[in-house]
């Protein structure tokens, strides 16, 4: 480890002296020029064409408009998956996790085995079932209840953190590429957050709304290549720009700039990342989202049969490997250019991913690579919008109108995808104030929600014995639980950022005890003491103890109600039958296993490396 630093330190001196003029050579002019304008142009007719083409046939049902008429190939799983999951979150939020906090957030972007274990553990407890949507699971392993909360919770997460994040990114991401603050309309001066917030939901919306899964399966097809190959540009050029020349000198430099930053596991003093929350509490939130979440488990739902699923999901896997390296280790690379004395670079810790393509990248490249940004927001923005319209329409207007027409189902899901796009733009202008990267503020956000959700999911199919009662009982608890966290943090805010910078100074003995014991009684002093406790309790620690107590109060009530009738085995890991077991079987080959396994090497292998 010596060896590397001090390799580190001398490549990171060697490219000072060429690094400005480096940077300077592809960073001359406006953002883009008449090379970028023309592909970006080209790419949105190829958009349109591809958008027409995944419309010819037409949504007459909800299976049709939901869920693509059950009829994708594995391809499209994998693409769906991958550019749902590549949007805000990692576009702006890893890209600045990278920029501010190296590799500590990197464990959830080393959980592409939970995708491996949606398709082999879940996808033929799901295809047999053939539910719509995950609280219809519920509702056939529990009761109606357990359903309507987890529609509620769903739709609300969906505003509270995906759709709300995406259009924020949106705006971060086509501000710093335009370098545009405000426009004038109509001799009015408009904040330009406005114009691409709006012009974002509705050009999403209008696609979404008329084409359903469909056209969001086609165009995540198109999408991810671009995404992928941009991003490997990036990479490439950041490197070089750093290494002057030499991707291993700038990777080098990378490291040195990245410090006690570039390793997985921290010590359990560290204030942020200690990794006995990191460890189990990323894990929770992992299987809640890519197991259980109606936004990613609705494409394996699509799949045509439970090979393409699982298929699909195999592929997913293997693209889940990529966004270490192809956004949040640019992000640290952009750390490490605005450390890098003679370097005209300049961003903040969310716009890292976008100020690299804008003042890194050379023409051409440019254009290319903002249509692959822009394109997976609205892949991921409309994949937000179909998820939510399914859960309002399935979960509740089918409810109270069981007779409804295939037609009248999808007017109401495009009716109620506007409210829900109406209400994610209000609630970015809280995402606004809060004052924390992004990346950071959608994994607090689900780290109190996720733990009750995953707690019914994983013992109702692995515990015959949990009972109805129990489930809602500690459903209602668990989200109680998790928005007094949120409702904490919201208050909290204002204090975060000093709070934080106590507990660093402590840890890296820049102050001592009582100094730190002094600033904090004072921030204390400003608050009611019990409400500060709560809320300076560690986000992943309250994950991993909101887990816990979900957890027992499920056993505890299942045991002292009466047990399940016997029909509920049917909805739990042990009721296929014979001809479903064997159907499930016929379903894998041995080269499904080996691709799999490669990806669990590959995770286990990135842990080794860095840790």
């Known amino acids: 480890m010596n060896d590397i630093a001090t390799n580190a330190a001398t490549a990171a001196e060697t490219a000072t002296n060429s690094l400005g003029e480096t940077i300077a050579a592809v960073n001359h002019g406006s953002v883009f020029n008449g090379l970028d304008w023309v592909i970006i142009a080209l790419f949105a007719v190829g958009m ?68 491996l274990i949606l398709g082999w553990a879940f996808v033929p407890l799901y295809d047999r079932m053939k539910v719509f949507t995950m609280p219809e699971f519920l509702e056939l392993r529990f009761s109606r209840g357990s359903r309507n909360v987890l529609s509620l919770l769903t739709m609300v997460s969906l505003v509270l953190t995906k759709i709300a994040a995406t259009i924020y990114a949106g705006d971060v991401v086509i501000r710093t590429l335009l370098n545009v603050d405000h426009v004038d309309i109509f001799g009015n001066r408009i904040d330009i957050f406005w114009v691409i917030a709006l012009g974002l939901a509705f050009t999403t919306g209008l696609y979404t709304v008329f084409g359903g899964m469909r056209v969001i399966m086609y165009t995540a097809v198109l999408q991810a290549p671009v995404l992928i190959f941009g991003s490997l540009c990036i990479l490439y050029m950041g490197l070089r720009a750093l290494g002057h020349g030499s991707l291993v000198d700038g990777w080098h430099a990378t490291v040195a700039a990245a410090g006690d930053n570039i390793h997985l596991i921290r010590s359990n003093n560290d204030p942020d990342w200690p990794w006995l929350a990191i460890l189990p509490g990323s894990a929770i939130i992992g299987f809640w989202y890519w197991c259980t979440d109606q936004y990613i488990v609705q494409r394996v739902l699509a799949g045509r049969n439970q090979q393409e699923s699982r298929r699909g999901t195999i592929l997913a896997g293997f693209f889940k490997l990529t966004p270490v390296f192809i956004f949040l280790v640019p992000g640290m690379i952009a750390f490490a250019l605005t450390q890098t004395p003679g370097t005209s670079f300049k961003t903040s810790g969310d716009a890292a991913y976008t100020s690299m393509v804008a003042q890194i990248l050379p023409h051409g490249l440019r254009g290319m690579v903002a249509c692959g940004m822009i394109v997976a ?154 409400l500060f406790d709560f809320w300076n309790i560690h986000w992943l620690y309250y994950c991993e103890g909101l887990f816990v107590l979900t957890a027992l109060l499920m056993v505890v009530i299942s045991l002292v109600t009466k047990a399940p009738d016997a029909k509920t085995v049917r909805y739990t890991w042990y009721g296929a039958t014979t001809e479903e077991k064997a159907a499930t079987k016929a379903s894998w080959n041995m080269l499904d296993v080996v691709l799999s396994l490669i990806v669990v090497a590959c995770v286990v292998i990135f842990y080794i490396k860095f840790f």
């Open 377 to 530: 927001l609205m892949a991921s923005l409309g994949s937000k919008f179909n998820a939510s319209a399914t859960l309002f329409t399935m979960d509740f207007y089918r409810e109270w109108y069981p007779n409804a027409s295939g037609k009248t189902e999808v007017i109401v899901g495009r009716i109620a995808t506007g409210v829900i796009v109406l209400t994610g733009i209000c609630w970015v202008l809280v995402i606004k104030n809060l004052q924390m990267p992004l990346y950071e503020y959608l994994q607090n956000v689900q780290a109190y929600l996720s733990p009750a959700i995953a707690v019914l999911f994983g013992m109702g199919v692995f515990w015959k014995r949990a009972t109805a009662p129990a489930a809602l009982w500690a459903f209602v608890i668990g989200m109680v639980g998790g928005f007094a966290r949120l409702a904490a943090d919201l208050v909290m805010h204002g204090d975060a950022k000093a709070v934080t910078k106590l507990k660093v100074d402590h840890y890296h003995k820049l102050i001592d005890q009582a100094q730190y014991d002094a600033g904090i009684a004072a921030i204390r002093a400003t608050h009611n003491g019990l």
């Open 48 to 115: 349109v064409i591809t958008v027409l083409f995944s419309m010819r046939k037409k949504n007459e049902s909800g299976k049709d408009y939901f869920l693509s008429g059950r009829d994708a190939n594995w391809l499209q799983i994998g693409s769906s998956i991958f550019s749902s999951n590549i949007g805000s979150e990692h576009l702006v939020g890893l890209a600045g996790a990278g920029f501010a906090t190296g590799m500590a957030m990197a464990h959830w972007e080393m959980h592409a085995y939970w995708i």
